[in-house]
C-alpha cells in the first residue's frame, strides 16, 4: 500500500479538472490518497471531484482549505443556508462524508494518518496594508460576527484535540494539514516581494500540535512551492498542483510519501 499527497489542485480551472479525470482508475486501487485542501469552492464541483479520487484509490483523506470555505453567492446559489464559512464547512463535511471521504484520522495496523484543522493568525508577521487590501480570502471566506483571524485558527486548533488525544503508540505517524505550520519551510529562494503572503500562510499552533503527535511525517498545502525539507526530526512535504501556469513551483503529479 502506497500513500500519495497533493493539495491545491483548484479544480475551477479546467486543465486541472482534466487531470483529476486522467488518473489511472486501476493503479492505485491498493492506495491511499492525501488531499491537503483547496479542491474548489464550487459544491457541485467539489462533490463531483471527490467521487472520481474516492473512485480511483482505497481510501481518501481530506482537509479543507481557505479557497474551499469561500461563500462566494454566485456558486453558493444551491446553498442558501450557508450563510458564512463553518456553515459552509458542515456542508463539506457531509458531502465529504456521502462521497466516502474522511476528514477524520485513518488507522491501519502500524499507520496513522491524522488531519489538522487550521488557518492563519499572523504567527509569521502581521500582513502588509497591500495585502489586507488583496487577499481573497478577507472578502469570500465570512466568519460569524465574533470571530477574528486569531479566534478562528484558535477554534479550528481546537478540533484537532480529540485527534491529539488519541494513542498512536508504536504507530507510524502522518499528520497533514491545508495551512503550514512554521515559516522555515519555505525555500530560500522566495522572492522578497512574494513574502509579503507569509503572514497569511499559517499558524505555529499547528506545529505544536505535529510536535505530540510525534509525527514522522506531516503533508501541507496552500504556498503552491513544491518543498520536502526535514525540520526537528519530521519530514515536511508540499506537493500542491497549483494553478496551471505554475509550471516552475508545482510538479503537477501524485508525490508517494511512503509505503507499507
Known amino acids: 500500500m502506497r500513500i500519495f499527497a ?62 474551499d470555505l469561500w461563500v462566494r453567492p ?18 463539506i463535511s457531509v458531502v465529504a462524508a456521502d462521497c466516502g471521504v474522511r476528514m477524520e484520522p485513518f488507522h491501519q495496523d502500524s499507520l496513522a494518518i491524522i488531519p489538522l484543522f487550521g488557518w492563519y493568525d499572523y504567527s509569521f508577521g502581521y500582513p502588509s496594508p497591500e495585502t489586507l487590501a488583496a487577499w481573497s480570502d478577507f472578502v469570500a471566506v465570512k466568519w460569524p460576527g ?57 499558524t505555529a499552533l499547528l506545529d505544536e500540535q505535529i510536535r505530540k503527535l510525534g509525527s514522522r511525517i506531516h503533508v501541507y498545502g496552500h504556498s503552491h512551492v513544491n518543498q520536502q525539507i526535514m525540520k526537528d526530526d519530521t519530514l515536511y512535504i508540499n506537493n500542491a498542483y497549483g494553478y496551471p501556469y505554475e509550471t516552475h513551483i508545482a510538479a503537477k503529479e501524485l508525490k508517494c510519501i511512503y509505503e507499507v
Open 74 to 91: 454566485n456558486v453558493m446559489k444551491d446553498y442558501k443556508d450557508a450563510k458564512d464559512s463553518l456553515a459552509k464547512l458542515e456542508f
Open 146 to 202: 465574533h470571530y477574528d483571524e486569531k479566534g478562528i485558527t484558535r477554534y479550528f486548533i481546537a478540533m484537532n484535540d480529540a485527534f491529539l488525544a488519541q494513542d498512536y503508540q508504536g504507530q507510524w505517524v502522518i499528520s497533514f494539514s491545508h495551512f503550514l505550520p512554521r515559516i522555515d519551510i519555505m525555500p530560500f529562494y522566495i522572492p522578497n516581494d512574494k513574502r509579503s503572503l507569509y503572514p497569511v500562510l499559517g
Open 6 to 67: 497533493i493539495s491545491d489542485i483548484h479544480v475551477d480551472f479546467d486543465e486541472n479538472y482534466r487531470w483529476v479525470d486522467s488518473l489511472s482508475g486501476y493503479d492505485y486501487q491498493h492506495d491511499i490518497l492525501i488531499v491537503a485542501g483547496d479542491v474548489t469552492d464550487n459544491m457541485p464541483l467539489f462533490e463531483k471531484t471527490l467521487r472520481k479520487l474516492r473512485d480511483r484509490f482505497y481510501q481518501v483523506l481530506y482537509i479543507p482549505g481557505n479557497h
